[in-house]
């Protein structure tokens, strides 16, 4: 199985800060990636899929982007933080059953 | 992708099984049906997966009924380890950007 390592755990910044994520996934090549927020007690919203280096597509219009540099690393960014950024964010990975392995997920708060 | 229904909540004694139902009446006949778990603050946790045939692993076991319109992911014997949100999910197999949509699941309270 694939492991997905995001850091860091916590992060708080204020509005108006530059934000970035990273993401990278050991145990397979060429996977698919994804950037994922998820609500206080809500479902996950898919942000960003990517299906290979500089391959992004955003599904959700927003104060986000993402890029991904390298095969097994995926990054999230922003230039600059809207309260409404705050949230739980998480990476995944796909293998050809289409079944996705999840980092730990980064928590985000906006101050 | 065919949406899927998922009670709210459910409880569960510790040691016993806990049985989670999905409806998932508009599944098409290429779609699987995915459960995953998700613990407090932690990214979710596939479980298992199945077509049509009845699949079992060393977390769960996957029902799927005939007409495939629905589906019980059994935890034999649960564990206050096991109290999650569930979420059951049907996609497609295979490559692509297959993004899952994470509805709101059933949140799992195993008691002891």
């Known amino acids: 199985s694939q492991t997905i390592h995001q850091w860091p755990a916590t992060l708080v910044q204020p509005v108006g800060s530059p934000l970035s994520l990273e993401c990278t996934v050991e145990?397979?090549?060429?996977?698919?990636l994804y950037w994922y927020r998820q609500a206080a007690g809500r479902g996950l919203q898919l942000l960003f899929y990517?299906?290979?280096?500089?391959?992004i597509s955003s599904e959700v219009p927003q104060n986000l982007s993402a890029s991904r540099p390298q095969d097994r690393q995926f990054i999230l960014s922003s230039k600059k933080l809207l309260l409404s950024d705050s949230g739980f964010y998480l990476c995944?990975?796909?293998?050809?059953?289409?079944?996705?392995?999840f980092g730990a997920g980064t928590r985000l708060s906006v101050l | 992708d065919a949406k899927t229904t998922q009670p709210t909540s459910m409880d569960c004694a510790e040691g016993r099984a806990a049985n989670l139902p999905c409806n998932h009446s508009?599944?098409?006949?290429?779609?699987?049906v995915y459960w995953y778990r998700q613990i407090h603050s932690q990214g979710p946790q596939y479980i298992i997966h199945?077509?049509?045939n009845n699949e079992t692993n060393e977390m769960a076991s996957l029902i799927i009924t005939e007409d495939r319109k629905s589906s019980t992911l059994i935890l034999p014997h649960a564990t206050l380890r096991d109290t999650a949100v569930y979420y059951c999910?049907?996609?497609?197999?295979?490559?692509?950007?297959?993004?899952?949509?994470f509805g709101t699941g059933t949140r799992l309270t195993v008691i002891p």
């Open positions: 990517s299906v290979g280096i500089g391959q």
């Open positions: 199945g077509l049509k």
């Open positions: 999910i049907v996609r497609q197999e295979g490559m692509g950007a297959n993004n899952l949509f």
């Open positions: 145990g397979t090549s060429n996977p698919n």
């Open positions: 995944a990975s796909s293998n050809y059953q289409n079944i996705q392995y």
């Open positions: 508009t599944i098409s006949g290429n779609e699987y």
